[in-house]
């Protein structure tokens, strides 16, 4: 089954940095593309980063230049280093196999201001 857990999140000020783990288990992780989401209660849960199996990556515009998504395959494991976080970027971050459905617990980042 798969498995996905997310970690990292924190509170933390305006102009900080966090990096949020994702530990995966129950596929082909390295053969398989993986995305960030994040969701602020009463809006939709938006895409944030991919990374594909090759290591291609791609990033929303609210994020880019300052988020990074990285994977390391043999820890099965993809990461999200956030820098200069600003307060829209407080929300509930997920990872996920981009189009699946099914949704872990995420972990709560919180940026104040």
């Known amino acids: 089954q798969v498995r996905l857990v997310e970690s990292g999140g924190g509170l933390v000020q305006a102009g900080g940095s966090l990096r949020l783990s994702c530990a995966a288990s129950?596929?082909?992780?390295?053969?398989?593309?993986m995305a960030w989401y994040r969701q602020v209660p009463g809006n939709e849960r938006d895409l944030v980063a991919s990374?594909?199996?090759?290591?291609?990556?791609n990033y929303a515009d609210s994020v880019k230049g300052r988020f990074t998504i990285s994977r390391n395959n043999a820890q099965s494991t993809v990461y999200l280093q956030m820098n200069d976080l600003k307060p829209d970027d407080t929300a509930v971050y997920y990872c996920?196999?981009?189009?699946?459905?099914?949704w872990g617990q995420g972990t709560q980042v919180t940026v104040s201001s």
């Open positions: 129950g596929f082909a992780f390295s053969t398989s593309a």
């Open positions: 996920n196999i981009p189009f699946r459905h099914t």
């Open positions: 990374i594909l199996g090759t290591g291609t990556t």
